[in-house]
């Protein structure tokens, strides 16, 4: 019998509008990947989650909470013509080495990539507008390729007044295919899971978590991406990132942030072995992966918040199969608003229920409401998962 782990980690939602604009479609994704043994041999199985502007996604034109857990093969058809750019969502190109020799520089990959898309949407958010969906695409693992390099790029980020602009995004991933000597195996990427947007007060030292869990039970090290990783974004003012993937943001106007700042963030996130970091310089890492995401800087922000006694974020919770993951969480609204819903999402659509949501003053904080959530895994769900849980009040 398998174990598993699912970690919670608690992210609000927002509610500052997005304006659309034909290009500046595109507000962050993260990449994974496993090796899969396919019926046309070793293939790298890529899982990409990323944000768009609600609408200018692949989750089409009348996208909505509606839209949740559908797949896009249509949607994502009907944008693609309507802007007569197969591209439009962006271009998948890898680098190579076999036996060690470089063989390729940016190699196009668009026709075998997109033959294998399956996509679907994760989250919606009408009010923030933005949409966030789950692509899985293949690619054949190249023989005795030494290492690869699999990047995602196109035009452009939504307009990021602190990084010039409607930037073009680049995230890469790149990693040794060969099979490990500890596992007996390929190795998988780490696996991350965070919202596209987020609103973060001015003037304040902000924290933002990336949850992170890794397959194969490697050591995992987060860092800012620095130099091609970053693709064309800089790196804003004053940003640190531990080892364990707490992002902080001094959003001092000294430092240029402003009211209404929009910025992107890019962090790195590698898997070492458990024996991990070696004496001296940067670790030698099976694989690293990006994640990137939209930040806007307010100087007043009224979003619920979650409080005690909701498990902090980043919380790790063992489920055994056959039994039943049960959480209760707290969300009081900044008055007058009111708490709307919860949600509850994963990468995967792991199918969480929200059995209950009642109101439940704690101590003189009238307003509180209180969700309860659960989760029957089955044996198809043994691994890691990553479970977020959201909560919405009358503003959005
Ligand atoms: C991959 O699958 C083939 C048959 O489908 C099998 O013969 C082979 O041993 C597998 N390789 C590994 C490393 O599991
Ligand atoms: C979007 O919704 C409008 C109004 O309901 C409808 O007329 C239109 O056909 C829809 N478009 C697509 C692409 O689904
Ligand atoms: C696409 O993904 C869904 C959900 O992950 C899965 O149920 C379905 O089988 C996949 N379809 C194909 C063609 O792989
Ligand atoms: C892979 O490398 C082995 C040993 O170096 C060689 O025998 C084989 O032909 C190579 N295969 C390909 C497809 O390059
Ligand atoms: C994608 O690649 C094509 C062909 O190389 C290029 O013309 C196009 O500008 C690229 N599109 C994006 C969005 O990067
Ligand atoms: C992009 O943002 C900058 C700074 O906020 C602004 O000056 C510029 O007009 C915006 N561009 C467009 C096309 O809206
Ligand atoms: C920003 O970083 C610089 C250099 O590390 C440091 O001297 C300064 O105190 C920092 N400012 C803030 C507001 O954190
Ligand atoms: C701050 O920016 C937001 C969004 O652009 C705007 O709605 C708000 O009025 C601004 N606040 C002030 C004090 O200018
Ligand atoms: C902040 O926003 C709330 C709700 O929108 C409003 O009631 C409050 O007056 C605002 N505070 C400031 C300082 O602008
Ligand atoms: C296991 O759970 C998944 C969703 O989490 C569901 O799609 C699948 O049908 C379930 N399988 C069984 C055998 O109950």
Known sequence: MGHMKAMVMVICCLTQAIITHQTGQFIGASMS??????????????????????????????????????????????????????????????????????????????????????????????????????????????????????AFEGLSWRNLSMQGGYAQWHIQMKFTPQIRSDTGKPNNSPQTFNKPFYRLHLDKDNYIRVATTDPDGDHILCAISEYIEAGVLSILPNITVTKDCIITIPSHRSLGYHNGSMGAVAITVRDLNVYGETAGGRPEAFSTIGVQFLVQFLDNISEPIFIFPTPEGNHKFNIYLGTTWKIDVYAEPISPALINHFSCLGRQHEDVKIIYVKSTPVLNHVNVKMATMTWTPNHTDVGNHILCVGVEDSYG
């Open 33 to 150: 990947f496993t090796i899969i043994n396919g019926t046309n041999g070793f293939e790298v199985q890529l899982d990409v989650i990323s944000g768009w502007v609600l609408g200018l996604g692949p989750c089409g034109i009348n996208c909505s909470r509606a839209s949740i857990n559908s797949n896009t093969k249509g949607t994502r058809e009907e944008v693609l013509h309507k802007q007569g750019d197969s591209h439009f969502f962006g271009n998948w190109t890898v680098e190579f080495t076999i036996n060690n020799i470089y063989y390729a520089h940016f190699l196009d990959i668009n026709r075998v990539v997109y033959s294998s898309l399956n996509e679907s949407v994760l989250d919606v958010s009408d009010k923030a507008c933005w949409e966030q969906v789950r692509t899985v695409v293949r690619y054949p693992m190249i023989p005795n390729a030494t290492y690869m390099d699999i």
